[in-house]
């Protein structure tokens, strides 16, 4: 996990860079003990994942029948009960999930660190086929769904006059 830092760290020339960096990542190991004890205490951690910039984020999902969210807390902050991004999904059958929403900012990576997790929670439980829509709500940025989501192995199908469409994974 810290394998990229520590080979920026030693490709770094700079002393102080380097010293700025080991800085950080110290308080981000501090913050993400404490935050790793109070989500432990209603979630189940499905791991801890390093984002593109290089920052330790907490990936975890409640312990819940129906639901299948997978939720992401970043160690630069205190955890206070809120996720930081999320991938709201349902299990609709022994075969299926189904992506109801993402919420979070884009373009930090937690999308890719999420939705790797969702893919992985689905071969281990052995469900073959992930789904979701795109609505009408998202079409501003539709552009950037098809892309993340074909960029995760999705096939996505589009219906621009109806500003809709759906996705699906096979495993």
């Not at 349902?90 to 890719?112: F, L, Q, R, V």
């Amino acid at each position: 996990m810290f394998s990229k830092l520590l080979e920026a760290d030693q490709r770094s020339d700079n002393p102080e860079e380097l010293k700025e960096e080991l800085e950080d990542l110290e308080f981000q190991v501090f913050r993400m003990q404490d935050n790793l004890k109070e989500i432990a205490k209603r979630s189940k951690i499905l791991g801890v994942d390093q984002t593109k910039e290089d920052k330790l984020v907490i990936v975890y999902t409640p312990e819940d029948e129906q639901s299948c969210k997978i939720m992401l807390c970043d160690c630069e902050t205190s955890y206070k009960g809120k996720w930081d991004f999320s991938i709201h999904a349902t299990y609709i059958d022994d075969e299926t999930i189904h992506i109801g929403d993402i919420k979070g900012p884009a373009n930090k990576g937690y999308g890719s660190i999420c939705m790797d997790y969702l893919k992985e929670l689905a071969i281990e439980q052995n469900i073959p086929k992930i789904t979701g829509d795109i609505a009408k709500r998202d079409w501003d940025h539709v552009d950037r769904l098809v892309h993340f989501y074909e960029k995760h192995d999705f096939q996505v199908e589009i219906n621009y006059d109806h500003k809709s469409g759906e996705i699906m994974w096979y495993r």
